[in-house]
C-alpha cells in the first residue's frame, strides 16, 4: 500500500504564489508516476500535471503549463507543486494521485491511490 498526503494549501490573495506538497511512504517503490488534481465545488476534479518519479520526466494540462511547476525530491519521497500568479478561478481541493503503471493518464480513474486533498483558496 501506498499513502499519500497533500499540505501546503491555504488563503492567498489574488496574484501570490503558494506551494503544495505531496508526502509519499508506505511501498513507494511501486510508485511509477505522480499526479496533481484539483477539484472546484460542482465541477469535476481536473488533470494538473504529472512527474514520473525515476526520470522526472513531466506533463502539463494545457491550461496550466505557465503558471504550474511540478518537481519531486525522490530522496525525501516529496512531489511538489508550484503555484504562481494564481487567480480565484483556481480556488480547489488539490489531490495527489500515485499510478503504479508506466502508461500516462490525465484522468483520474487509472490512478491507484489518492491523498485526502488540501484546500487552496484565492481571494480577489
Known amino acids: 500500500q501506498v499513502q499519500l498526503v497533500e499540505s501546503g494549501g491555504g488563503l492567498v490573495q489574488a496574484g501570490g504564489s503558494l506551494r503544495l506538497s505531496c508526502a509519499a511512504s508506505g511501498r513507494t517503490g511501486n510508485i511509477y508516476t505522480v499526479a496533481w488534481f484539483r477539484q472546484a465545488p460542482g465541477k469535476e476534479r481536473a488533470f494538473i500535471c504529472s512527474i514520473t518519479l525515476l526520470s522526472g520526466s513531466t506533463a502539463y494540462a494545457e491550461f496550466m503549463r505557465d503558471r504550474f511547476t511540478v518537481s519531486r525530491d525522490n530522496a525525501k519521497n516529496l512531489v511538489y507543486l508550484q503555484m504562481d500568479s494564481l487567480s480565484p478561478e483556481d480556488t480547489a481541493v488539490y489531490y495527489c494521485?500515485?499510478?503504479?503503471?508506466?502508461?500516462?493518464?490525465?484522468?483520474?480513474?487509472?490512478?491507484?491511490?489518492w491523498g485526502q486533498g488540501t484546500q487552496v483558496t484565492v481571494s480577489s
Open positions: 494521485a500515485a499510478d503504479i503503471s508506466p502508461n500516462r493518464h490525465v484522468t483520474p480513474g487509472p490512478y491507484n491511490y
